[in-house]
Nanobody
């Protein structure tokens, strides 16, 4: 089984910063994609940022220039540095990973979610 533990959410004022982290543990051969999604009340879950094993990165247009995703392959962690936060960034943020399992297939796992609230 694979476990994802997220940390770093909270309440911040507009223009502030937060850093989210996600640690992946368990039994698998390797991690391919790592990323962050978010879901605001009444809205569908959406991609925030993703980084694949080769290092290619994709951001949602709404966060480009403000958010930075990074991964530490040695520690199996992925982080999301969020700067210049806006009220519309308020959502539950979910860590997402795709692993190459012990059975030689690709499997997707989600974290439990961490709340980010941007408000004055």
């Amino acid at each position: 089984q694979v476990q994802l533990v997220e940390s770093g959410g909270g309440l911040v004022q507009p223009g502030g910063s937060l850093r989210l982290s996600c640690a992946v543990s368990g039994s698998f051969r390797s991690i391919t994609d790592m990323g962050w999604y978010r879901q605001a009340p009444g809205k569908e879950r959406e991609l925030v940022a993703t980084i694949v094993g080769g290092g290619s990165i994709k951001y949602a247009d709404s966060v480009k220039g403000r958010f930075t995703i990074s991964r530490d392959n040695a520690r199996n962690t992925v982080s999301l540095q969020m700067n210049m936060l806006k009220p519309e960034d308020t959502a539950v943020y979910y860590c997402n990973v795709v692993v190459f399992s012990l059975r030689y297939d690709l499997r997707t796992y989600w974290g439990q979610g961490t709340q980010v609230t941007v408000s004055s």
